[in-house]
């Protein structure tokens, strides 16, 4: 289980953001699985990490780099397992390229020790479009030692592992046939670039909502406002948040709290224009960033959106409602105090009763 003092100062989409900036700079797959391994173990705080690839000749998974129970130095593997596809829970998740949780090995039948049993042990199959590249997979010696949220960070993993391996692959294959096929290698540089802006698209989404995460919107907010001012057009800010969210999570668990702020993203984003830009604020809070919009607009909006989220059903059956500040740019003011004003807004909302729109008292 991720430990708490990792998760202290930097949520789960930090840390992945992060995990995904690092991983830019790796060139070749070897390197890649030491990397891997050491960030899961060093950075994120995991007892065992161990990276299979697959090896498609002999339909078999190889293991290319370890740390902790199996392999407590940082060099080089000790005693590589090779072990079949569908045998035991790595090779069962290879066959069939979905992840498995096992909370207690003991009851597990096709459990294969290495240098030391473990007592429960997480595997995500390393995806890339259909495309199996290998497995990723972590023991515990503690009974439980993984749940669903330990679980989503590995999977999220996995599709960068999987999304640069497919970029060292198309490398390496440019390198090689760049004299004698000029034309392919334009096709596998264009395949690299779309491949690129994949891996740095993750780095600026926020794997919880899909949407943008708070580094990508506070961009976008900084080249609206510098247009806003150069060009003096309208530009408006929707800053809101769930009503009552710690009790969702208190009463419901935290897998339902997640849910709900999904679902609430989704109905953001659908209802969103393609002009505007929504993203995740932080925790439960949302920013929705819309530029040409006068500020009886943007409370026109916020207020639509405020119903649609109101009238919908959630994971378990879970209602919420959600609060709303809107504040629109001034000549002359910088984006802190507009962003100030709409959260002063926001919690006059909270303060009269919730679930409703508020916005600058000199725009009522």
């Given at each position: 289980?991720?430990?708490?003092?990792?998760?202290?100062?930097?949520?789960?989409?930090?840390?992945?953001?992060?995990?995904?900036?690092?991983m830019v700079s790796v060139?070749?797959?070897?390197?890649?699985?030491?990397?891997?391994?050491?960030?899961?173990?060093?950075?994120?705080?995991?007892e065992d990490c161990v990276i299979y690839f697959l090896d498609e000749r002999s339909e078999s998974l190889k293991q290319v780099a370890a740390i902790g129970v199996k392999n407590p130095e940082e060099e080089t593997i000790l005693n590589p397992l090779t072990i079949k596809v569908g045998v035991g829970i790595t090779g069962q998740v290879a066959l069939?390229?979905?992840?498995?949780l096992i909370s207690d090995l003991s009851n597990f039948e096709d459990y294969v020790p290495d240098v030391e049993p473990g007592l429960s042990e997480l595997c995500v199959p390393i995806m890339f479009g259909d495309r199996l590249f290998g497995v990723l997979d972590s023991e515990s010696k503690f009974i439980a030692g993984y749940n669903n949220e330990d679980r989503k960070?590995?999977?999220?993993?996995s599709k960068l592992i999987a999304a640069k391996l497919a970029l060292i692959e198309q490398t390496e294959l440019i390198k090689k046939y760049t004299v004698e096929l000029e034309q392919r290698v334009e096709e596998r540089t264009l395949e690299l670039k779309i491949a690129n802006e994949k891996l740095e698209s993750l780095?600026?989404?926020?794997?919880?909502?899909?949407?943008?995460?708070?580094?990508?919107?506070?961009?976008?907010?900084?080249n609206e406002f510098q247009r806003a001012i150069r060009y003096g057009g309208e530009l408006s800010l929707i800053l809101f948040d769930i009503d009552h969210f710690k009790a969702v999570n208190d009463t419901r668990g935290h897998q339902v709290g997640d849910e709900v702020i999904a679902g609430v993203a989704k109905i953001a984003k659908v209802l969103t224009r393609r002009s505007d830009s929504l993203g995740r604020w932080g925790g439960e809070e949302f920013l929705i960033i819309a530029p040409q919009t006068s500020n009886t607009g943007a409370v026109i909006f916020a207020?639509?959106?405020r119903l649609a989220i109101e009238n919908a059903t959630f994971s378990e059956d879970v209602s919420v409602s959600a609060s709303f500040g809107v504040a629109s740019f001034?000549?002359?003011?910088?984006?802190?105090?507009?962003?100030?004003?709409?959260?002063?807004a926001l919690y006059r909302a909270k303060r009269s009763g919730r679930n409703r729109v508020e916005t600058d008292t000199d725009y009522s």
């Open positions: 289980m991720l430990s708490d003092f990792k998760t202290k100062d930097l949520s789960r989409s930090d840390l992945i953001n992060e995990f995904a900036i690092k060139i070749n797959a070897e390197d890649l699985a030491w990397f891997v391994v050491r960030e899961i173990v060093g950075s994120l705080g995991y069939t390229k979905h992840s498995i960070i590995f999977e999220t993993i780095a600026s989404i926020d794997p919880l909502t899909e949407i943008a995460n708070r580094r990508r919107i506070d961009e976008v907010l900084e207020e639509k959106l001034r000549a002359r003011e910088s984006i802190q105090r507009v962003l100030g004003r709409s959260d002063e």
